[in-house]
C-alpha cells in the first residue's frame, strides 16, 4: 500500500483553486531551470533572462503589455467556450482571419480618409473571426463533427490561405517583390493610449473585454447558462436543448474575439500584413485561460506571465543564445503543473490509513477547515 | 501514363500513409481503452527529433526509430501520470502535450536543421527492386511493411486476444471492468504508452525516411489527422488502413501536382487539401454515423476506483 492517498473533498477548494497557478508557476521556474540544465544550457540564467530581468526593464513591460493584450483578448473567448465543454482550439486560424478581413477593408480605403476606417476595421475583424469559427459552430451542430479537430484543421487552412493573398492578390505592388501588403495609412492604423509609448489602444480595449466577461459571465442568464451547461456536460453533449445554442455562443464569441485580436495586432504592432503574422497566440491563448482559471480576471493576470515568456525568450535569444524555442517549453510546462496541481482542488492528500486520514490533511492551505464543514455550498468557479 | 510513373505514384502513396497509420493505429487502441490523448502531434514531433538526433550521430537510422519510439513513449508517460493517476482533463491534457512536444523538439533540433542523415530506406536487396512491378513490392522502407503488419496485428489483438477483450471492456465500461477485477488503470497506462510509442516511430518515419531531415513543426498537423482517421476508421483497425492510404493519395496530389507545375490550383490550395478533406470526411462520417458512434462508451472519462 501507498503511504499517501487521495481523498476527495466534498467541495472543490477555493484555496487551492487560486494557489494551482501560483504553484504550476513555481515548479516551472525550478524544473525548467532543472531541465535546461540537463540539455546543456545554463539554467539558471534562463529562468532569470526570461523571468525576472525584463521586470526591472520599463521598457520591457510595455513590450509585456503589448503581447499580453492580444493572449487575454483571445483567452477570454476561448474560456467561455472551456466552460461550456466546446473546445475550440482554431483561435490561431480565426486570429488571423480576423487579421486578414480587417486587412481587405485597409487596402480598400488606402485612398480614403476618415476616422471612419478603423472601426470599419474593427468590426470586419471580429466578422472575420466569427465567420472562421462559425465552420466548426455549424459543423458540430449539424452533422456533430468534433469541434477540436475541425477547428484545428482551419488553423492550418488559414496559415495556407495568408500566404496566398500575400503572395499574389495582396501583394504591395510598391513593395519591391515582398509578400507583404502596403502598410496602413494612419486612418487605418491603432492610434497610442498613452503617447510616446508602446502602448496602443488594444491595451485598454484588452482590459474592457476582461472585465466585460466578468461581469456577463457572474452577473447574466446568459453567463449562468455557460457555467451550467460547462458543468453538466453530459446534458450539453447529449440533452438537445439548449446545447446548439451553447456551441453557436460559445464559437461566436471565441471567434470574434480572436479576430478582434488580429485586427489589433495587425492595425498596431505589425501596420500591415505579412506571411509572419501568426506567432502562436492562438495557442498559447489555451494556455493562458487554463492559468487564468477560465476566469476573465484571472486571464488578464495570466496573459501577463505568459507574454513575459514571449518577452523573455526574445531577449534570452540575444544575451545568453538561448533557442526561441525555450519559450514553448515553459509555457507547456505551466499548464502540465497546473493540471497536476490541480487535483489538489478536488482530492486532498492524506497519509497512512482511512482511520486516521481524517485528522491528518496534508499539504494543504488553510482551506481545509472550511471543506470539512458539512453545509452545503455550491461549486464556486 | 507510363507503368515506372504509376509505380512512382503509388509507393508515394504508401509512403505518405504509412505515418498516419502507424500513429493513428495507436491512437485507436489508446482510445479503445477509453483515453483520448490528443497529443499525437507533439509526440510525433519527439519521435523524428529524436530519431532524427541518434540517426545522424550515430549513422544508425534503425536505432534512430527505436530511440524515437522510447522518446515518444516517455512524453507519453507524462500524460499517462497526469490523466490517469491525477485525473486531469484529458483534451487539455493533449493539447498541452503537443505544445510541450512542439516546444522540444525545436530545442532539442536546433542543432540538426540543415543537415541530411542516412535513410531507412529500401531493406531488400536491389536485384529484386530492377522491375517496376517488383519495385512496388519490395521497394519500400520497412516501416511501410511495419505499418502493414501492425494493421493485421493490432486487428488480432483487439478481436482475438484475450487481452485485446479486456482493453476493450475497460474502454466500454471501466467501473464494469474495474468490478470483475481487471486492472483499468494498468491497462490504459500501457494503452497510452504503445500509442506514444506507436506516434514516435511515425515521427521518425518523416526525419529518417520521408524528407530526410529536421525542420521545426516537421509533421506539419499530421498527428491531428491520424486523430481524425480514427474517427473516420469507426475505431476498427482494418478502416484505419483504407482512411490512412485514401490521405496518402490526397497528400500524394499534392505532391504531384506540384512536380508537374499544375497551375491551375495554387499551391496554397493544394497545401490546404489535405486539412480540407479531414474536415469533409469527419463531416460525412458524421452525417453517416448520426445517432450514435462507435466510440468506446468511457472514451475520454477519468476513472477513479470506488476503494
Known amino acids: 500500500m501507498t503511504l499517501l492517498k487521495l481523498e476527495p473533498r466534498r467541495e472543490q477548494s477555493r484555496g487551492m483553486m487560486l494557489a494551482a497557478p501560483v504553484i504550476a508557476v513555481g515548479l516551472t ?23 525576472i530581468r525584463p521586470l526591472f526593464n520599463p521598457y520591457r513591460w510595455q513590450d509585456l503589455l503589448v503581447k499580453a493584450a492580444p493572449l487575454a483578448i483571445i483567452a477570454v473567448g476561448l474560456a467561455i467556450g472551456f466552460r461550456a465543454n466546446v473546445w475550440n482550439i482554431g483561435g490561431e486560424g480565426q486570429y488571423i482571419l480576423g487579421g486578414l478581413a480587417g486587412t481587405g477593408i485597409a487596402l480598400l480605403t488606402l485612398d480614403m480618409s476618415g476616422g ?17 469559427a462559425a465552420i466548426p459552430a455549424a459543423l458540430k451542430t449539424t452533422l456533430g ?6 477547428s484545428l484543421m482551419l488553423n492550418y487552412v488559414a496559415i495556407q490561405l495568408l500566404y496566398y493573398l500575400m503572395r499574389g492578390p495582396w501583394k504591395d505592388p510598391m513593395g519591391f517583390n515582398f509578400p507583404q501588403t502596403a502598410m496602413f495609412s494612419a486612418d487605418q492604423t491603432l492610434p497610442y493610449a498613452i503617447p510616446g509609448t508602446l502602448i496602443h489602444l488594444g491595451i485598454p480595449i484588452a482590459i474592457a473585454i476582461a472585465l466585460t466577461a466578468f461581469g456577463v459571465m457572474t452577473r447574466t442568464i446568459t ?8 458543468l453538466a456536460p453530459k446534458a450539453a453533449a447529449y440533452g438537445g436543448f439548449g446545447a446548439a445554442s451553447t456551441v453557436w455562443l460559445a464559437l461566436m464569441v471565441g471567434g470574434g474575439l480572436a479576430g478582434l485580436a488580429g485586427i489589433l495586432e495587425a492595425a498596431g504592432p ?6 509572419q503574422f501568426p506567432t502562436g497566440y492562438g495557442y498559447t491563448a489555451i494556455i493562458v485561460a487554463f492559468l487564468g482559471r477560465l476566469n476573465p480576471l484571472g486571464i488578464l493576470a495570466a496573459a501577463l506571465v505568459l507574454a513575459l515568456t514571449y518577452v523573455g525568450g526574445e531577449s534570452a535569444q540575444t544575451t545568453i543564445g538561448l533557442p526561441s524555442a525555450a519559450a514553448g517549453v515553459f509555457q507547456a510546462m505551466m499548464l502540465f503543473f497546473l493540471l497536476a496541481t490541480d487535483i ?9 490509513s482511512p482511520a486516521t486520514a481524517r485528522t491528518a490533511p496534508a499539504s494543504e492551505t488553510g482551506t481545509a477547515g472550511s471543506s470539512e464543514a458539512a453545509k452545503p455550498k455550491t461549486v464556486t468557479a | ?23 493513428g493505429l495507436g491512437e485507436l487502441v489508446v482510445e479503445k481503452s477509453g483515453v483520448l490523448n490528443l497529443g499525437v502531434e507533439g509526440m510525433m514531433l519527439i519521435g523524428a ?3 532524427f538526433a541518434v540517426g545522424t550521430t550515430t549513422g544508425l537510422p534503425v536505432l534512430g526509430a527505436v530511440v524515437a519510439m522510447f522518446a515518444a513513449a516517455l512524453a507519453a508517460a507524462i500524460f499517462a501520470v497526469l490523466t490517469l493517476t491525477l485525473m486531469a482533463n484529458q483534451v487539455a491534457t493533449g493539447l498541452a502535450l503537443t505544445i510541450f512536444g512542439t516546444g522540444v523538439s525545436a530545442l532539442i533540433g536546433a542543432p540538426f536543421v540543415g543537415i541530411t542523415t542516412n535513410t531507412l530506406g529500401p531493406i531488400f536487396p536491389d536485384a529484386l527492386t530492377s522491375s517496376p512491378l517488383l519495385r512496388l513490392v519490395f521497394g519500400h522502407s520497412p516501416l511501410v511493411y511495419i505499418g502493414l503488419a501492425l494493421t493485421f496485428g493490432v486487428a488480432w489483438f483487439l478481436n482475438r486476444s484475450r487481452a485485446g477483450l479486456i482493453l476493450r471492456a475497460v474502454g466500454e465500461s471501466d467501473s464494469a471492468a474495474h468490478a470483475i477485477g481487471y486492472p483499468v488503470l494498468k491497462v490504459r497506462y500501457l494503452a497510452v504508452l504503445f500509442g506514444g510509442a506507436m506516434a514516435g516511430l511515425a515521427g521518425s518515419y518523416y526525419s529518417l525516411v520521408l524528407t530526410p531531415m529536421w525542420a521545426e513543426r516537421l509533421t506539419a498537423g499530421r498527428g491531428w489527422i491520424a486523430i481524425a482517421l480514427v474517427v473516420f476508421a469507426s475505431w476498427k483497425p482494418g478502416r484505419m488502413l483504407l482512411g490512412a492510404y485514401l490521405f496518402g493519395l490526397v497528400i500524394t496530389m499534392e505532391l504531384q501536382a506540384k512536380a508537374a507545375g499544375f497551375n491551375m490550383f495554387a499551391p496554397e490550395f493544394l497545401a490546404s487539401l489535405p486539412y480540407i478533406a479531414t474536415i469533409a470526411v469527419l463531416a460525412i462520417i458524421s452525417a453517416a454515423k448520426r445517432g450514435g458512434t462507435n466510440a468506446p462508451a468511457c472514451l475520454g472519462k477519468p476513472f477513479r476506483a470506488a476503494t
Do not use: K
Open chain 1, 145 to 150: 463533427v468534433n469541434e477540436i479537430l475541425s
Open chain 2, 1 to 23: 501514363m507510363s507503368l515506372d510513373l504509376l509505380v512512382a505514384i503509388l509507393m508515394t502513396v504508401a509512403g505518405a500513409a504509412t505515418p498516419l497509420l502507424i500513429a
Open chain 1, 223 to 230: 453567463g449562468f447558462q455557460v457555467r451550467v451547461v460547462g
Open chain 1, 116 to 132: 471612419w476606417i478603423l472601426p470599419v476595421m474593427l468590426v470586419c475583424g471580429i466578422l472575420g473571426g466569427m465567420a472562421w
Open chain 2, 49 to 51: 527529433v529524436t530519431g
Open chain 1, 270 to 275: 505589425f501596420g500591415q500584413m505579412v506571411p
Open chain 1, 29 to 51: 521556474l525550478v524544473v525548467g531551470a532543472i531541465v535546461f540544465t540537463l540539455l546543456g544550457h545554463n539554467g539558471l540564467a534562463a529562468i532569470y533572462e526570461i523571468f
Open chain 1, 344 to 352: 489538489l482542488v478536488r482530492y486532498r492528500i492524506v497519509s497512512g
